[in-house]
């Protein structure tokens, strides 16, 4: 029997009470215990030629006061969109522009009316708006966000919409922006059903605001299983998620298992894991503008790039989904990238400098290690001669600005003058592979 079954009553029993343990029941049965092969992972062909293209930013936070940057990078999101696909040959056709929820910061009225109409002065011709709504629209008016939203934007929290024969579908949170009620997890799974049945080997679009828990990068501190039963059962879908502000040039941000999901970034501030020796989520976070742009062949292969608004220029990985239908070719399932992961390195001749400041506190200077894809920090360890360690740090790589830093320089504090200390740095990528380590001894003054 299927877990969606149209009987009301059964579907009911089943997905009331015991949501919970049916979703953790798929997300162990796709993510753990199916287990893809270790592959080559995919490159796109040079003759890729799309009939589809379409752009996806997430986590505008428009504001009513301020936030002048947020509003310059939703309409540069729209005018680059744009700019991409008329540099492009031979499709130079926008199809649609979706947004991954959070479009404002508190949801109110006038935000709202900021959003409308800074998609009003950009959006061009026929490209579809393809906007759901986040979990910041329901904190000015609960009750009323649905409403505001539809009357103010003029859009539909939900939809279900076919272009150029792919299809997409669009899911708002509902329960107060908290996550997705049984009654959104049927409707979704009407529509995917509906979908598949028309094309089983083309993609399917899915855009909502919450991670599906134990997929992409952010998804375990941000992440619900409200829609991971649904989702499970059709391989072909491309998930797109925001909510947790996480980079999504990190090679953690794409992941294959029962299907494919992709994490959105910011157009506001990166936001990254919480260790206690980082400082903080927030490193350096407020130069954030990253985009995705998908396109889509005739055979339903498809490609997608990660875009610097601020830099202009794409950056990371190109991802390339030829078969999106087929499990067995996930190249970018978490035992294949782990299995096709190196370690990062250093230079052979680099070095740590270390530097007294004129407060009388110590810095030291190291060159980036490097990666196959990306360093995502560094573990900084100042320990004293005689055993102790005086200072510890997880330092962020800075990866997801362009360009990535090439060099770092961190302030270690006040050290006991005649004192010998060894620094260590060791960097590791986005699986957490270490590099071997560079140190230097020195006496502090």
Request: hydrophobic residues 35%; proline residues 6%; aromatic residues 12%.
């Amino acid at each position: 029997m299927n877990l969606f079954t149209s009987n009301t009553k059964l579907f009911k029993i089943i997905l009331g009470p015991l949501a919970a343990i049916m979703a953790l029941v798929m997300t162990f049965t796709a993510n753990v215990f199916y287990k893809p092969g270790v592959m080559d992972m995919p490159v796109a062909p040079d003759d890729f030629t799309p009939i589809i293209r379409f752009t996806v930013a997430s986590d505008v936070h428009l504001k009513d006061e301020g936030g002048e940057a947020e509003a310059y990078r939703l309409g540069l999101m729209i005018r680059s969109s744009y700019n991409i696909a008329e540099n492009s040959s031979p499709y130079t056709n926008l199809d649609g522009i979706a947004f991954c929820g959070d479009l404002t910061d508190q949801g109110t009225l006038t935000q709202l009316q900021k959003f409308k109409d800074i998609c009003d002065a950009n959006f061009e011709g026929p490209t579809k708006n393809l906007t759901v709504l986040g979990n910041h629209e329901y904190k000015y008016d609960s009750p009323n966000t649905v409403a505001n939203f539809e009357n103010i934007v003029g859009l539909p929290t939900q939809f279900h919409t076919v272009i150029n024969g792919i299809h997409f579908i669009g899911v708002s949170p509902d329960r107060d922006g908290s996550g997705y009620t049984v009654e959104t997890q049927r409707w979704l799974y009407k529509q995917l059903k509906e979908a598949a049945a028309e094309s089983s080997d083309n993609p399917i679009f899915v855009f909502q605001h919450h991670h599906v828990w134990g997929t992409v990068y952010g998804s375990l501190n941000w992440g619900s299983l409200d829609l991971t039963a649904v989702l499970s059962q059709f391989p072909q879908v491309i998930d797109f998620s925001g909510h947790s502000h996480y980079p999504m040039n990190d090679p953690v941000s794409i992941w294959q298992g029962a299907f494919t999901a992709l994490g959105t970034a910011t157009l506001s501030y990166f936001e990254m894991e919480y260790f206690p020796r980082t400082g903080g989520q927030y490193p350096s976070s407020r130069n954030a503008a990253q985009i995705y742009v998908v396109e889509v062949d005739a055979k339903g292969a498809t490609k997608i790039r990660c875009y610097d608004l601020l830099a202009s220029q794409f950056i990371g990985e190109t991802y390339y989904i030829a078969t999106p239908a087929d499990k067995t070719t996930f190249a970018y399932s978490p035992k294949n990238r782990i299995a096709k992961s190196t370690h990062p390195t250093f230079a052979a001749d680099a070095k740590i400098t270390p530097t007294k400041t004129e407060d009388g506190s110590y810095s030291i200077h190291f060159p980036a290690a490097t990666d196959s894809i990306v360093v995502r920090q560094y573990e900084v360890i100042v320990a004293k001669q005689w055993g102790g360690i005086a200072w510890r740090k997880t330092h962020f790589s800075d990866y997801f600005f362009t360009p990535i830093p090439t060099e770092h320089n961190i302030n270690i504090g006040h050290l006991e003058s005649g004192q010998t200390y060894t620094a260590t740095i060791t960097a590791a990528n986005a699986y957490y592979l270490p590099s071997k380590p560079i140190s230097v001894t020195f006496t502090a003054e």
